[in-house]
């Protein structure tokens, strides 16, 4: 607490670039900076990071959560506080995987050497008082005063809502996004361009932003199908008030946070004019055991292609592109011949 | 209306008293074999639960024996159960099956109310007390057969008279008889020939489903049970049913010490029966020697739970056992024996003052774990 009180501005907090990094992090690195504290991000991820995670959990624990492990290693002596929240539900009655609720307890085992871990609660379905309390126990390392935390909450908050509808409305990914936004020095490889009009196809990959764009779990899957001449959309890239009523086509009311861009977004490219669905979920992830199954009904009878890459951290690259060319050999087929009865 | 239920441990006959009294026709769903658990590999999801698997093939069981509603609750929460229905349904109209799917996201009483198709209360809740009470009769007599299998010379006797226990409880009509029944056989379980030794006493906890099942968990109590372990276990169907206040208050008290105990590993909730998974570890360290933790495989609050455990320095060794529908037998019981035999070294050398004497402090019970 010292350190906070003599030296405020030099205070680092570390945010791992995994998990909901890619749904959060224009908010959270708002609301330290706006507190006066330094953010520090971990690297883009590398086999090292997957190596490491993999070796402190259990083998049955998915990959973006060994990945997650990875990063907050390679946070260790590079800043003095890791912020790992539980986040464990933003909307009334629907809750988070149970990972994301034991992150931070994982976590503390797992690297016993990290930095403090910030541990605090999100929880809508506790009341407002419980979230300004998590708000507090966020703040309290930077500053006392809660009606500047409460203060710095509400621009995060704005941040998070600007950073959602800047990716839809512009067609970004969460990396592309965070980096124009930020401003803050991006690694040199993350660089996508969505394709113009001259993409021979227009191929959605639905499934949670962390495996999408994390280049490592993903094995470059937007890369590669850009470098193949298509344009590749994610769920990211729709207005949420279309997931939403996409969801609500298909299993009427959301259970987990993010169904949207699973079962919301699969219902929505299967019936919005793209010319391919990949769908990418991680070996054994729970939540997707169920909900891309919901998907894969829905395209059974669609006529739109669609296939689904299971990873893991065996996955090789080999088959992967595989898998990818005969994906895009069926969609330009398709394409070519648009008379033929779906497959 | 032709109900039909899926299988979990001994609920149906609790659920068939209920329905006779409300004379709702229930198909008797078959009990679970390996066709059932084929049956649903088949057209489940590959890396859904078990529980999810083993449902859908009673599901279609019961369908094919004539039902024409299926019940399934489900509900809003961290774990996969809740979303359940929603697949099950869908996956089983894809099939062609016809039937009606109540199922309803806010807890058993409002399922209760569709299916007694709103009798008057009065009848239901004497229905219901009586199924809860042959619920909790037979809750008694698997407490009262953990105890004795463990110290029964004739192991086979004591399996032959528990099924035949369960099978008096499910005809008994009345409950006097109910009362009568359990008496008999409590007395003639604890009638028969014991060992001398004082068993291990091995806790089993885990995922919900699989530790109340023993089609599930293949039947892991009584292969503790022959190998001479006394089986303690928390958790019971009656914890679900919040109605009984003293089953709630008991059952709940007993899960918030483990929630309490857990605090320093694991602060909250993470679904399931997670929480409890570790709390368990602390809260027993000293009266259980053992713990065997079941866990279907890719269940979620469960390996949050194994994550956390070895870092439980206090508490029994623990036995993480992992189930799909590959598991076999075999191998389950070569793993509880070892673990038994590990337990039972560990047991003697601890009371043996030569072993103290000589090993000095490296065979204290805190460091046998990590």
């Not at chain 2, 057209?43 to 369908?63: H, R, V």
């Amino acid at each position: 607490m010292t350190f906070q009180r003599r030296f405020p501005t030099l205070l680092r907090i570390g945010i791992p670039r995994a998990l909901l990094y890619y749904h959060y992090y224009p908010m959270w690195k708002t609301f330290f900076e706006t507190l006066g504290g330094e953010v520090v991000v971990s690297p883009p991820t590398t086999h090292t990071m997957l190596l490491e995670g993999s070796s402190r959990v259990v083998s049955d624990t998915c990959l973006p959560v060994k990945v997650f492990i990875g990063h907050v290693i390679s946070l260790v002596g590079k800043c003095d506080y890791v912020f790992v929240p539980s986040v464990r539900s933003m909307r009334v009655r629907v809750h988070n995987c149970p990972k994301f609720l034991g992150l931070p307890d994982m976590t503390k085992v797992a690297v016993p050497e990290s930095p403090p871990v910030m541990d605090i609660d999100i929880d809508v379905n506790r009341g407002r008082e419980k979230l300004l309390e998590a708000v507090y126990a966020a703040g309290k390392i930077l500053t006392n005063d809660r009606a500047r935390m409460e203060q710095a909450a509400e621009i995060a908050w704005e941040a998070n809502l600007h950073y959602r509808r800047f990716m839809s409305t512009r067609r970004l990914a969460p990396p592309q996004a965070i980096e124009r936004l930020s401003g803050s020095d991006p690694a040199p490889d993350q660089k996508w361009q969505v394709g113009g009009n001259q993409a021979r196809a227009t191929i959605a990959i639905i499934g949670h932003p962390y495996l999408t764009h994390d280049e490592i779990i993903s094995h470059r899957i937007i890369q590669r199908l850009e470098r193949a001449g298509c344009r590749v959309v994610t769920p990211e890239m729709v207005l949420a008030e279309e997931l939403e009523s996409a969801v609500a086509r298909t299993v009427g009311t959301s259970y987990w946070t993010f169904e949207d861009e699973v079962t919301g977004a699969g219902e929505y490219f299967l019936n919005n004019g793209v010319d391919g669905v990949i769908s990418v979920v991680a070996f054994a992830c729970g939540p997707d055991s169920l909900m891309m199954e919901v998907v894969q009904q829905r395209a059974r009878s669609s006529p739109v292609p669609y296939m689904n890459l299971a990873l893991d951290e065996h996955t090789g690259e080999a088959g992967m592109i595989t898998r990818l060319e005969a994906f895009l050999d069926m969609v330009m087929r398709k394409k070519r011949r648009p008379s033929c009865a779906s497959a | 209306m032709r109900l039909g239920l899926t299988n979990m441990a001994n609920i149906d006959v609790a659920v068939r008293a209920m329905a006779k009294r409300l004379q709702i026709d229930l198909v008797r769903t078959p009990a679970s074999t390996r066709r059932t658990l084929s049956l649903g590999v088949k057209y489940s999801p590959e890396t859904a639960c078990l529980p999810f698997k083993l449902q859908i093939g009673n599901m279609i069981e019961a369908l094919e024996q004539g039902a024409d509603t299926l019940v399934m609750p489900g509900g809003p929460g961290p774990c996969r159960f809740g979303y359940y229905h929603r697949v099950h349904e869908m996956l089983l109209r894809e099939l062609g099956y016809k039937f009606r799917m109540i199922t309803q996201d806010n807890g058993i009483m409002n399922i209760v109310d569709s299916v007694t198709e709103h009798a008057p209360k009065a009848r239901v809740a004497a229905a219901f007390h009586f199924g809860i009470t042959k619920l909790k009769t037979i809750e008694e007599i698997d407490r009262c057969v953990h105890r004795v299998l463990a110290a029964a010379h004739d192991k086979g006797a004591v399996i032959r008279l528990h099924r035949g226990a369960i099978e008096a409880v499910d005809e008994a009509d009345s409950y006097r008889t109910l009362r009568r029944t359990k008496q008999e056989y409590i007395q003639e379980l604890e009638d028969l020939p014991k060992v001398d030794s004082p068993p291990l006493k091995i806790g089993i906890t885990g995922e919900f489903f699989l530790v109340i099942d023993p089609f599930a968990n293949m039947d892991v109590e009584t292969e503790l049970g022959k190998l001479g372990v006394e089986v303690r276990r928390s958790t019971a169907v009656s914890d679900w049913l919040r109605l009984n206040p003293f089953i709630y208050i008991f059952g709940l008290l007993e899960k918030y010490k483990s929630y309490r105990a857990a605090v320093p590993y694991l602060s909250r909730h993470v679904g399931g029966d997670g929480w409890q998974s570790v709390g368990a570890k602390v809260l027993h360290a000293e009266d259980w020697d053992g713990i065997v933790h079941l866990e279907p495989f890719g269940c979620m609050p469960e390996i949050v739970a194994r994550n956390i455990l070895p870092a439980v320095k206090e508490g029994p060794p623990v036995l993480n056992l992992v189930y799909d529908e590959h598991t076999g037998k075999a191998g389950l019981i070569s793993r509880l024996e070892a673990f038994v035999d590990m337990l039972k070294r560990q047991k003697k050398e601890r009371q043996s003052p030569l072993s103290r004497a000589s090993y000095g402090l490296s065979y204290e019970r805190n460091n046998h774990n990590g």
